[in-house]
Every structure is written in C-alpha cells, then in structure tokens.
C-alpha cells in the first residue's frame, strides 16, 4: 500500500521541478491540499492527489474534456490521421506542396546569388569611380550598379536553375 505521507509546499515544489509559486497558483485553481494552511502553517499535500488532479487538468488542455476517448473516438481520429497524411502525400505528387528542406535549399541558393552579385559591386564600380570627383555622379553610378545587380536576380529563376541542375 502507498504511503499517504503528506508534504508541504516547499517539498512539493521540488519533487515536481516548478516555483513554490506555481504551486500556490495551482491551490488557487483547485489543486487538493490534504492540510489547508493557516496563519503561521504552510498547505501540506497528498502527492499522489496533487498529480491526479494535474494530470485530468493536462488531459482537460489536451482534450477539450476529462474523459477517456472511447475505442470508436480513437479508431475515427486515426482514421482521420491517415486520410490527412495521404491526402498530403497526393499534393506532393501533384506538385501543389513541396517539403521545407527544398524550400530551404531554393532559398539558400537565392541569399547565394544575392550575395554574389552584391559583392560583385564594389568590383564593378571601383573603375567606374576611378577619378571621380562628382558627389551625384559617385551616388549614379553606384545606383546603377546595384540596380544591375538587383535586376540580374530578379530575372534569375529557381526553377530553371533546379531542372539544369538535373540534366
């Protein structure tokens, strides 16, 4: 038979890794004390009542409800699982998702090419400059650099540079 030792607050705190003022909060929401505290007395506890009554407070979170999913729940949400997963696994097929890992790749080599072409600028209008005197026509050229720059990779397409990749 379990041992129906009481503890207090403190001991509970640490048993269960949270603030003693987690579990004052819990008090105040309807955790069971097995002593009620009192002026100069702390609330003392039943642990095996307090993690019942945390863990129908965790199922109600989860569930919507304290009460156990019947077999015809469970078999219907599983049902529902796999039809969700085959239905995922048809868009992929038809193309209308792709995983994240070739999201993150396309975006990858995307940063790549800015990057690229955005260093190429200072390359660029180095020799454009050399010699330039003209505040405003420093400020054009280099404008225009990073304007050929953007441009470039607006017209660079992820796609086409995937299907060359595979051939």
Known sequence: MASKKLITTTEMSALLGVHKNTIHEWVSQGCPTAVRATRGHANQFMLSDVLEWHKSRAVIAATGSNDLMSADEAKRRKLMAE????????????????????VEKKLSNTFAVIRSNMLKVSDRTSIRLIGETDETRIKKIIREEINQALEALSSWNTYEEEVEDDE
């Not at 039809?83 to 070739?102: D, H, S, T, V």
């Open 83 to 102: 039809a969700g997963l085959q239905e995922i696994e048809l868009n992929k097929r038809k193309g209308e998702i792709i995983e994240l890992a070739e």
